[in-house]
């Protein structure tokens, strides 16, 4: 279901700083962060199902990250979520119009929490579809701090709120520093402690309780879930990015980490 936790125009030394858990089942088959045979102007890990992703960027600064929103409905039969990163990533289209293009389609999709960004022209839209009656809604992300897990942006979860403050003592900490970013997102991101109270009531109390911690690993009905991967993505002043990933692989954890500077004229005279 993955969460994450971001700084968005409000540091300065990072324009964009993300860290990232994305929890699936660990039988779905996957490849790990690296440049697109097909694509090869994008970056991140991708599903070897349906296609997709949960967080990738581009070699010009667009960005996009994704996940699920917690919920018992379902369609019948959804479009795949992961493709709504690789759509943006694909276009051409700035983050408004392409949240004016899916607004038209959101009901085809199960709910879902969508943001994209180009980080040159410093623009990032929040799109969800859900709740449902409302359809869908784009807004402008705000600078500052913020929450994203399985309920719109910056709800007040257990483990949204526990999360935020582990990030903003991490900052604190480094100041204006440059932040190891692998050793921090593995610092923050693998919280293995769980809540008993003020849970969303969304599931059962059980499985409310295990999904509680920031880190998850359980086991369910349909086999092992849990948090596959710890993903970094900053995005500094200087216009280069780091894009950091710690998966894992038939049970064992590995990392890689690949920096780059981004190829948009627009990102120099921004920063």
Same mark, same amino acid.
């Given at each position: &279901?993955? =969460?994450?936790?971001? +700084?968005?125009?409000?540091?300065? !030394?990072?324009?964009?700083?993300?860290?990232?858990?994305?929890?699936?089942?660990?039988?779905? %088959?996957?490849?790990?962060?690296?440049?697109?045979?097909?694509?090869?102007? +994008? =970056?991140?890990?991708?599903?070897?199902?349906?296609?997709?992703?949960?967080?990738?960027?581009?070699?010009?600064?667009?960005?996009?990250?994704?996940?699920? $929103?917690?919920? =018992? /409905?379902?369609? @019948?039969?959804?479009?795949?979520?992961?493709?709504?990163?690789?759509?943006?990533?694909?276009?051409?289209?700035?983050?408004?119009?392409?949240?004016?293009? !899916?607004?038209?389609?959101?009901?085809?999709?199960?709910?879902?929490? !969508?943001?994209?960004?180009?980080?040159?022209?410093?623009? &990032?839209?929040?799109?969800?579809?859900? *709740?449902?009656?409302?359809? &869908?809604?784009?807004?402008?992300?705000? %600078?500052?701090?913020?929450?994203?897990?399985?309920?719109?942006?910056? @709800? *007040?979860?257990?483990?949204?709120?526990?999360?935020?403050?582990?990030? /903003?003592?991490?900052?604190?900490?480094?100041?204006?520093?440059?932040? %190891? +970013?692998?050793?921090?997102?593995?610092?923050?991101?693998?919280?293995?402690?769980?809540?008993?109270?003020?849970? *969303?009531? +969304?599931?059962? %109390?059980?499985?409310?309780?295990?999904?509680?911690?920031?880190? =998850?690993?359980?086991?369910?009905?349909?086999?092992?879930?849990?948090?596959?991967?710890?993903?970094?993505?900053?995005?500094? @002043?200087?216009?280069?990015?780091?894009?950091?990933?710690?998966?894992?692989?038939?049970?064992?954890? /590995?990392?890689?980490? &690949?920096?780059?500077?981004? /190829?948009?004229?627009?990102? $120099?005279?921004?920063?």
């Amino acid at each position: &279901m993955c =969460i994450a936790v971001f +700084i968005w125009k409000a540091h300065p !030394l990072y324009p964009f700083l993300l860290f990232l858990n994305r929890d699936e089942y660990h039988h779905r %088959p996957t490849k790990p962060l690296g440049w697109w045979e097909d694509y090869s102007d +994008i =970056i991140g890990g991708r599903d070897e199902v349906a296609g997709g992703t949960w967080l990738a960027c581009t070699r010009s600064g667009r960005v996009a990250f994704l996940t699920n $929103v917690r919920e =018992i /409905k379902s369609n @019948s039969h959804p479009k795949s979520r992961g493709d709504l990163p690789l759509r943006f990533l694909k276009s051409d289209k700035s983050p408004h119009d392409f949240s004016e293009q !899916l607004l038209r389609e959101a009901g085809e999709y199960n709910g879902f929490n !969508l943001i994209v960004a180009d980080v040159c022209s410093m623009t &990032m839209v929040y799109i969800t579809n859900r *709740p449902k009656d409302n359809g &869908m809604s784009a807004t402008d992300v705000s %600078p500052g701090i913020h929450v994203l897990s399985n309920a719109t942006l910056d @709800s *007040p979860w257990p483990k949204s709120q526990r999360l935020e403050c582990s990030f /903003k003592q991490l900052l604190d900490e480094y100041g204006e520093s440059e932040i %190891p +970013i692998g050793q921090a997102a593995e610092r923050i991101m693998r919280d293995l402690a769980k809540e008993d109270s003020n849970l *969303p009531g +969304i599931y059962p %109390p059980e499985l409310e309780y295990q999904l509680s911690s920031i880190f =998850i690993d359980i086991e369910m009905s349909l086999g092992r879930y849990g948090t596959r991967s710890t993903s970094s993505l900053a995005v500094r @002043s200087s216009s280069e990015a780091t894009f950091y990933e710690l998966y894992l692989e038939k049970d064992v954890w /590995k990392e890689q980490q &690949m920096t780059f500077v981004l /190829k948009n004229d627009r990102c $120099v005279s921004t920063f």
